[in-house]
């Protein structure tokens, strides 16, 4: 899809938005208008309304596809969401499910009853049981399992085994497996009588009768060699395969790196069990990058937008509690100077810049280490080298910017003293930023958490703190 098309499909989804919005914000009008008026015909009426407005609006929903509708109840308020989601059809529940976020999700699954649960899972594959499983109730996961064959009992439960960022979590057990002692036009045969190939198949299995992996054949193989060949004749036989116990962010680098549609996962003794595909690859990168965006945040975990109050504040309360530890610091270093500052009132000016600078400055340093670690192109090994790098920048860029800060403070104020002390603060906060834009990251992943856990708030406190005590510490030294 090029990026035109990708734009019109966002614009229509957009506009599908609107309009449901639209039929809601309806329905809510004419309830209320309906409510005033009196006599025998009100309560007809309203149902008429009422019933006219949900057909038109259902209507709507069954024309989006799974992942549109789930993009339409993450942009909707609680009520609204529900009043939307009772007008899904019931075989359609599983699919939008596996498409919404984890908080919203939570809030369908709570306006469900049991049986409502059920009639969804039993649709799902046992990837996408697995999937779903961990935010049922234990009752529901419990009468699920007994509806199932021992096959896909078994595959719910070897999914379930796994950590979620293990690659035997996300691998799917719906593939196409051949023998590498037939033909290729055997191979086709096969093929059409299978009438519909799982998903994202853009290559076929080749095992042996153990069901051990040889390689693999691409469909564009098949396709365009001689049908009287051997698979063993045009397969590859050295495929990108993984291990069900291998990190699953490895495995989505992998897949970028090779540019895979598929992959065979195998067990120890190298036979088959599962694969994975690139719609799990790519969801994995986009929750990867929302999760680090958060962490940078201090968000403990993603949050519904329209949540409740509580919730919310439950997700941002303890980060924000440091912050105002570090920023009642940051305040009591400013009160140190209160002296200096009532001398010379052009310190309470610039100190914010320096201070400013600084986090901007060391927020750019802390985005590329924890960036370059997540791509696994820096380890805890680096951390010296990184660090003469980013104090060589920081300090190029102090002596540029603080001499131009400089100069501006002397135009302003005609000090050249209070120039040269500009720049050398901006200079030696910038020098701050760098060191603690590289230790910070280094130190939390040295310690086994995630390297971006509350990385923007520390680094913002550090050089806040560390701003006004440098500059202000200059000031009283040099100029008073």
Do not use: C
Request: aromatic share 6%; hydrophobic share 50%; proline share 2%.
């Amino acid at each position: 899809m090029t990026e035109v098309e990708v734009k019109k499909a966002q614009d229509s989804l957009q506009s599908r938005l609107a309009q449901v919005i639209e039929l809601l914000n309806r329905q809510r009008v004419v309830e209320g208008l309906t409510h005033r008026q009196e006599g025998q015909h009100q309560d007809r009426v309203e149902t008429l309304v009422h019933r006219q407005n949900l057909v038109e609006l259902q209507r709507k929903l069954e024309d989006l596809h799974s992942a549109d509708v789930a993009y339409i109840l993450e942009a909707l308020p609680l009520d609204d969401r529900l009043t939307v989601w009772q007008l899904v059809k019931a075989d359609r529940d599983g699919d939008i499910l596996l498409e919404v976020s984890d908080s919203v999700r939570e809030t369908l699954i709570a306006d469900m009853d049991d049986h409502e649960l059920l009639a969804a899972a039993k649709e799902m594959d046992a990837d996408e049981l697995a999937d779903l499983a961990p935010e049922l109730p234990r009752d529901v996961i419990h009468e699920l399992m007994e509806t199932l064959d021992a096959q896909q009992r078994e595959r719910v439960r070897s999914a379930l085994s796994y950590n979620e960022d293990q690659v035997g979590a996300l691998m799917d057990f719906e593939m196409v497996t051949i023998r590498e002692d037939v033909s290729l036009e055997v191979v086709l045969r096969y093929l059409r009588r299978l009438k519909e190939l799982p998903g994202h198949t853009d290559k076929l299995f080749v095992v042996d009768y153990d069901g051990v992996l040889k390689g693999v054949l691409p469909i564009k193989r098949l396709l365009v060699n001689d049908p009287e060949k051997q698979v063993a004749d045009v397969m590859a036989s050295d495929p990108v395969s993984f291990h069900p116990d291998e990190d699953a962010y490895d495995a989505a680098q992998a897949f970028e790196r090779y540019d895979l549609i598929s992959a065979p996962v195998v067990d120890k003794n190298g036979k088959l069990i599962g694969r994975l595909t690139i719609d799990e690859m790519v969801d994995l990168i986009r929750e990867e990058s929302e999760s680090e965006v958060l962490n940078m945040a201090g968000l403990r975990e993603e949050e519904d937008i329209f949540a409740s109050v509580w919730k919310s504040l439950r997700n941002r309360w303890a980060w924000l509690a440091i912050n105002l530890i570090t920023a009642f610091i940051a305040s009591r270093v400013i009160g140190l100077f209160e002296g200096s500052i009532e001398k010379l009132v052009a310190l309470a000016a610039l100190m914010p810049i320096v201070a400013g600078i600084g986090g901007n400055s060391g927020n750019q340093t802390i985005t590329m280490i924890v960036r370059a670690m997540a791509l696994d192109q820096v380890n805890t090994g680096s951390t010296k080298r990184l660090m003469r790098k980013e104090l060589a920048v920081a300090l190029i860029n102090g002596v540029v910017w603080g001499g131009v800060i400089g100069v501006v403070a002397y135009l302003l104020y005609g000090s050249w003293s209070l120039g040269v002390v500009m720049t050398a603060a901006m200079t030696l906060n910038l020098l701050l930023a760098a060191l603690m834009g590289v230790l910070i990251p280094m130190t939390l992943a040295r310690f086994g958490r995630d390297p971006a856990m509350g990385a923007s708030v520390m680094i913002t406190a550090m050089t806040d703190s560390g701003g006004f005590f440098i500059f202000l510490g200059l000031a009283t030294l040099f100029l008073l």
